[in-house]
């Protein structure tokens, strides 16, 4: 895996030998004659033509993504939220359903239930621990599932085969945000996962250096059923999603990654397994600790004490845990007092954060929509850097 990250090739040879793909700072690309422009412009070639559209630097970084996870197609955007809402948009239609959960990141949940809505997209929440309620909420206008595989910050897990056997049987499109662990360590694909959404902000961009996000096509689903994409045409390896994601939504929407980012993210991508390692064996030696602690209520760390997440992630799942504390005052105190541990939002930057997600990420969400999210006043969010070990469990037991 990792000698696929440093040796695949760019999508053409650098003129000067570089051993790292140039940043392609350009808008548009000339051509010889206007046939050639004809060509690319309608596909017949793929020549690069605009970079709101390809650029070579993002072709690049896409590719290896590609050789990593062994996709058939991986389309980057400039933020995994741009990633979600291009996913979604290509396969949603006035008066289709989205089936989903309600722990959902704060901006996704809003995006199901607001965004969409307003343009006659609904949002079916129910438990997606539960397999048989989840096929009860599918019907004909269902247009996907839609799943983070550890939930944030319930850090809930639900049975990635056993829903993919119901979107098969349904003939539905399985669409996992698998953030929280790298495709360096989880192949989403060996559970059934059709189209997979990373937000490369996280691990890939190696320390918090760019916002990402990425739309891993497996070409597992086709959509020749789909009311949205059944008259979109076959094309060679491609899938009729991917294709209209990429001819169509991705273009319109104007979310495409900068080259600067894709630079960026690709050399961040070269050092995501090492660094998830250290991360995820840390973060899970210091949960374990601190399930004896006398001030935390409860720790949350799949990898502990779950049978599903064990089979579905291994030893470790991901680099961030949550723990309770008693009390809405002890949790701003603890956070108060941290000195080693930054307050801070993101996810697996090289260095360790600490949030209160009640009164940060969904502190514009009322009590009632908190509660329905399982969103408690009482939780820390934990995101683990490559500090020692030692020194950010330290940290954390003095601060509690």
């Not at 600067?260 to 600790?289: D, F, N, P």
């Not at 779950?306 to 089979?311: C, G, Q, V």
Request: net charge negative; glycine share 6%; hydrophobic share 40%.
């Amino acid at each position: 895996m990792d000698t696929k990250i440093l040796s695949t090739p760019f999508p053409k040879k650098d003129p000067y030998g570089s051993l790292a793909m140039p940043v392609y700072h350009t808008a548009a690309y000339e051509f010889e004659t206007a046939h050639e422009m004809e060509d690319a412009f309608t596909g017949r070639t793929s020549e690069f033509v605009y970079s709101r559209i390809a650029n070579p630097t993002v072709t690049n970084y896409e590719n290896r993504v590609k050789a990593i996870t062994e996709a058939q197609n991986v389309l980057a955007f400039n933020s995994g939220m741009a990633a979600i809402s291009g996913a979604v948009i290509t396969l949603a239609w006035n008066g289709c359903n989205i089936v989903t959960s309600p722990h959902l990141f704060g901006n996704t949940y809003s995006f199901f239930a607001s965004t969409l809505k307003a343009f006659g997209v609904e949002a079916r929440f129910c438990d997606m621990t539960n397999v048989q309620e989840v096929e009860s909420k599918i019907d004909s206008n269902t247009c996907a599932i839609f799943l983070e595989i550890i939930t944030n910050p319930q850090m809930e897990v639900a049975d990635l085969k056993a829903i993919s056997e119901v979107c098969r049987k349904q003939n539905v499109p399985l669409i996992a945000d698998t953030t929280v662990i790298p495709f360096t360590h989880f192949r989403a694909k060996n559970f059934g996962v059709d189209i997979e959404i990373v937000s490369s902000t996280k691990y890939i961009s190696g320390g918090a250096t760019s916002l990402g996000g990425l739309v891993i096509d497996y070409g597992t689903w086709g959509g020749a059923t789909s009311q949205k994409l059944k008259d979109v045409p076959e094309a060679e390896n491609s899938t009729r999603f991917f294709t209209k994601i990429f001819r169509e939504i991705h273009r319109n929407l104007g979310a495409f990654m900068t080259p600067e980012t894709a630079y960026l993210q690709t050399i961040g991508l070269e050092t995501t397994s090492l660094r998830y390692e250290k991360e995820a064996k840390s973060c899970k030696k210091i949960a374990e600790k601190l399930q004896r602690h006398s001030e935390i209520v409860a720790v949350h760390y799949p990898a502990l004490n779950n049978k599903i997440a064990n089979e579905q992630f291994g030893e470790y799942s991901g680099a961030m845990f949550t723990f309770d504390v008693k009390t809405r005052e002890k949790a701003f105190e603890f956070i108060d007092r941290l000195k080693l541990i930054r307050r801070a939002t993101n996810l697996f930057d090289n260095k360790s954060l600490a949030i209160h997600p009640a009164s940060t990420i969904f502190g514009t969400f009322t009590d009632e929509m908190r509660k329905k999210m399982d969103v408690k006043d009482t939780t820390i969010r934990i995101s683990v850097g490559l500090e020692g070990e030692e020194d950010i469990y330290d940290d954390i037991v003095q601060a509690l």
